[in-house]
């Protein structure tokens, strides 16, 4: 195999080696010797091989010649002698050289073929700075690159010397099969930004955002944004969940816990997934659903009676006056108040005992603990309809309550009355659910 490597090198050698002397038919040496030795894959001597020459290509034979006056030509294939030897000088030109294991005769078959090398220059072009090549450059370092026209192996380098003439700066690739540029900086031209590919990422200069603009899988094109620069977020996303992760609001860290001082995410005020500061924030135009938690916003409802008939009853203990329109089911949380306000008018039948109170009942059915009552006698047989106003203030405890109002008459014979002959005259509950500071 090393013997076959040298061959290999020695068809290569001519893109490096001086063309001799200026000759009339312009011949070259090849391998800068013209006296050749070729060997098999084994190693041994290739003594019944033979040298097939063509046209760069094709499969046109091209001539090769004996010696250096380029006057004789040899035969193609050319035979190898016992030794495996040639005398091969080429003119001008780029040639196909076929090694093959014996001779074939036109061409060689495919099982005889030792190695193939197309593009070979003939002839060397030399101009004042150097010569050119043109062909297939291979690495002598093991196992170098199968195709394209360089073929480095895995720990080849390639290097420019810096405008300093101080240092050499390479590109290299480590054993993760990653690229390396001494450097560092890579200088890109603003182009315009082409349409992304799908099952391909994008990078580039973009000439009209003056932006590193990129593209993942085909989507449409985004960008790169820097420290110093202004520019505007659309659709982006930050999640500070992981570890490590944290965003800041007006140099302000971002958490989702309460804490004095810090930004908090709005999930624990409102649920909109909105940022806010926590520390005398300015809320505009609020949407609260729910029922609030810890510190924040007050909420209020009112309840009227429905306005079909006056409620009555003979009951001489409470009673719920209307468990749908005049009873509410909430929670009081721990740091909050509930402001209750009941109001309406009375419309007794007799000179006789009445009485309305607001309750905190097992149900909006109940009227298990009274919060809060009042009682009126009338004076005389045919007593007029007498308003009133009941205030209680709850203070939370965390526990779920039924606020109801109630009512009920000193004796069974002389039921009591409520008016409800509108919607706008009718008893009525307000309710303000607010934080205790």
């Given at each position: 195999?090393?013997?076959?490597?040298?061959a290999?090198?020695a068809?290569?050698?001519?893109?490096f080696?001086s063309a001799q002397?200026?000759?009339?038919q312009?011949?070259?040496?090849m391998?800068?010797?013209?006296?050749?030795?070729?060997?098999d894959?084994t190693g041994?001597?290739?003594?019944?091989?033979?040298?097939?020459?063509?046209?760069?290509g094709t499969s046109t034979q091209?001539?090769?010649?004996?010696d250096?006056?380029?006057?004789?030509?040899?035969a193609?294939?050319?035979?190898l002698s016992?030794?495996?030897?040639?005398?091969?000088w080429?003119t001008?030109q780029?040639?196909?050289l076929?090694l093959?294991?014996q001779n074939d005769?036109?061409?060689?078959?495919s099982?005889?073929?030792l190695?193939?090398?197309?593009n070979v220059?003939?002839v060397?072009?030399?101009t004042?700075?150097?010569?050119?090549?043109?062909?297939i450059?291979?690495s002598?370092?093991?196992?170098?690159?199968?195709?394209?026209?360089?073929?480095?192996?895995?720990?080849?380098?390639?290097?420019?010397?810096?405008?300093a003439?101080s240092?050499?700066l390479c590109?290299s690739?480590?054993?993760n099969?990653?690229?390396?540029?001494?450097?560092g900086?890579f200088?890109?031209?603003e182009?315009?930004?082409p349409?992304g590919?799908v099952?391909f990422d994008l990078?580039g200069?973009?000439?009209?955002?003056h932006?590193f603009?990129?593209?993942?899988?085909?989507?449409?094109?985004?960008?790169?944004?820097?420290?110093a620069t202004?520019?505007t977020?659309?659709n982006?996303y930050f999640?500070?969940g992981g570890a490590?992760?944290?965003f800041f609001v007006a140099?302000v860290?971002i958490?989702?816990?309460?804490?004095?001082?810090s930004?908090?995410?709005?999930?624990a005020l409102t649920g909109?997934?909105?940022?806010?500061?926590?520390t005398?924030?300015?809320i505009?135009?609020p949407?609260i659903s729910g029922?609030p938690?810890g510190?924040g916003?007050?909420?209020?409802?009112l309840?009227h009676?429905?306005?079909?008939?006056?409620?009555?009853?003979t009951?001489?203990?409470?009673v719920v006056?209307d468990s749908?329109?005049?009873?509410a089911?909430?929670?009081?949380p721990?740091?909050?108040?509930l402001?209750?306000?009941?109001?309406?008018?009375?419309n007794?039948t007799y000179q006789?005992?009445y009485?309305?109170?607001?309750?905190?009942g097992i149900?909006?059915?109940a009227?298990t603990?009274?919060?809060q009552?009042?009682?009126?006698?009338?004076?005389?047989?045919?007593?007029?309809?007498?308003?009133?106003?009941?205030t209680?203030?709850?203070t939370?405890?965390?526990n779920a309550h039924?606020?109801n109002?109630?009512?009920?008459?000193?004796s069974?014979?002389?039921p009591?009355?409520i008016?409800?002959s509108?919607?706008t005259?009718a008893p009525?509950?307000?309710?303000?659910?607010?934080?205790?500071?």
């Amino acid at each position: 195999m090393k013997r076959f490597l040298i061959a290999i090198a020695a068809v290569c050698a001519l893109a490096f080696c001086s063309a001799q002397g200026a000759r009339a038919q312009n011949c070259a040496p090849m391998s800068g010797i013209g006296d050749v030795q070729f060997f098999d894959n084994t190693g041994n001597t290739l003594s019944a091989g033979a040298l097939y020459a063509f046209s760069a290509g094709t499969s046109t034979q091209a001539p090769s010649y004996t010696d250096s006056t380029c006057s004789v030509l040899n035969a193609n294939p050319l035979p190898l002698s016992s030794s495996g030897r040639a005398s091969v000088w080429l003119t001008s030109q780029l040639y196909k050289l076929v090694l093959c294991f014996q001779n074939d005769g036109a061409t060689c078959a495919s099982g005889d073929v030792l190695w193939s090398q197309d593009n070979v220059p003939g002839v060397p072009m030399s101009t004042s700075s150097g010569s050119s090549f043109t062909g297939i450059f291979i690495s002598g370092t093991t196992n170098p690159a199968t195709s394209g026209i360089l073929r480095l192996a895995s720990a080849d380098t390639i290097c420019w010397r810096n405008a300093a003439n101080s240092a050499n700066l390479c590109m290299s690739k480590n054993n993760n099969d990653l690229l390396s540029w001494a450097n560092g900086t890579f200088l890109l031209p603003e182009v315009g930004f082409p349409a992304g590919v799908v099952g391909f990422d994008l990078l580039g200069a973009d000439s009209g955002a003056h932006r590193f603009g990129f593209s993942n899988n085909g989507a449409a094109e985004d960008f790169i944004v820097g420290e110093a620069t202004v520019d505007t977020f659309t659709n982006k996303y930050f999640d500070t969940g992981g570890a490590g992760n944290q965003f800041f609001v007006a140099g302000v860290p971002i958490t989702a816990t309460l804490g004095s001082g810090s930004a908090v995410l709005a999930p624990a005020l409102t649920g909109t997934g909105d940022a806010v500061m926590q520390t005398a924030p300015t809320i505009i135009t609020p949407v609260i659903s729910g029922t609030p938690t810890g510190t924040g916003i007050p909420t209020s409802a009112l309840l009227h009676g429905g306005g079909g008939g006056s409620y009555t009853t003979t009951s001489v203990t409470y009673v719920v006056v209307d468990s749908t329109d005049l009873s509410a089911s909430l929670t009081i949380p721990v740091g909050w108040k509930l402001l209750i306000n009941v109001s309406g008018a009375m419309n007794p039948t007799y000179q006789n005992g009445y009485y309305v109170a607001i309750a905190d009942g097992i149900s909006t059915a109940a009227c298990t603990t009274l919060l809060q009552e009042t009682e009126w006698f009338p004076s005389y047989a045919s007593p007029e309809v007498n308003p009133f106003s009941l205030t209680y203030i709850y203070t939370g405890d965390g526990n779920a309550h039924n606020i109801n109002l109630c009512f009920k008459t000193s004796s069974g014979s002389n039921p009591a009355s409520i008016v409800n002959s509108s919607s706008t005259l009718a008893p009525m509950m307000s309710l303000v659910l607010t934080p205790s500071n």
